[in-house]
């Protein structure tokens, strides 16, 4: 089956850093944009950073500067380096990717079709 498995949250002390990761199976995504999102309670799943098959990245404003997107097209996996963390990036971060190919030239804003369970991570002040 097609699926997305998050991995690498946990608990970090404020200005600390941390490394998610999302390795994809059933399908190979190296040529399908792909994001991570994260959703805390009470508020709605947002938009942290995207990448496509070109490695053209796009990053929140509330994160640019201190996360990186990447990914490793061998291992079919990308990756989000968090670091100079602070106790409001704490949420549920999610793996996402979309269905489609794209040309890796320009910076589109795909819908994604797949998802992961999302992993934990807290930044504790």
């Known amino acids: 089956q097609v699926q997305l498995v998050e991995s690498g949250g946990g608990l970090v002390q404020a200005g600390g850093s941390l490394r998610l990761s999302c390795a994809a199976s059933g399908r190979t995504f190296t040529l399908n944009p792909m994001a991570w999102f994260r959703q805390s309670p009470g508020k709605e799943r947002d938009l942290v950073a995207t990448i496509n098959s070109g490695g053209i990245t796009y990053y929140s404003d509330s994160v640019k500067g201190r996360f990186t997107i990447s990914r490793d097209n061998a291992k079919d996996t990308i990756y989000l380096r968090m670091s100079s963390l602070k106790p409001e990036d704490t949420a549920v971060y999610y793996c996402?990717?979309?269905?489609?190919?794209?040309?890796?030239?320009?910076?589109?804003?795909?819908?994604?079709?797949?998802w992961g369970q999302g992993t934990q991570v807290t930044v504790s002040s």
């Open positions: 996402a990717a979309d269905s489609q190919t794209d040309d890796g030239m320009t910076y589109v804003a795909p819908e994604y079709n797949y």
